[in-house]
């Protein structure tokens, strides 16, 4: 099994910043893909920022210029910094990583809250 631990979030004004950060623990073999995403009310679950093994990484389209995702390999953590941000951007965000293990698998956290006011 993998845990993962988040941090961070919280409540933030329009045009902000936050900072999120997750580790991961555990029966960790090999990282494919570790990253953020969000999912607000009503709405589905979303991509925010994910980095490969490869460390490539794709951003959704509404953070990409605003939010910046770093990974720390010693650690197994990824580091979400959010700059600039709208009301847009509250919605409980949930740190996700894919595991090479036996087979591949998917671990979520248990989600972290953000909220934005103007």
């Known amino acids: 099994q993998v845990q993962l631990v988040e941090s961070g979030g919280g409540l933030a004004q329009t045009g902000g910043s936050l900072r999120l950060s997750c580790a991961a623990s555990?029966?960790?073999?090999?990282?494919?893909?570790m990253g953020w995403y969000r999912q607000a009310p009503g709405k589905e679950r979303e991509l925010v920022a994910e980095?490969?093994?490869?460390?490539?990484?794709k951003y959704g389209d509404s953070v990409k210029g605003r939010f910046t995702l770093s990974r720390d390999n010693d650690k197994n953590a990824v580091l979400l910094e959010m700059n600039n941000l709208d009301v847009e951007d509250t919605a409980v965000y949930y740190c996700?990583?894919?595991?090479?293990?036996?087979?591949?698998?998917?671990?979520w956290g248990q989600g972290t809250q953000v909220t934005v006011s103007s």
């Open positions: 996700k990583l894919i595991n090479f293990g036996m087979s591949m698998a998917t671990y």
């Open positions: 555990g029966s960790i073999v090999s990282i494919v893909a």
């Open positions: 980095i490969t093994k490869y460390g490539t990484i």
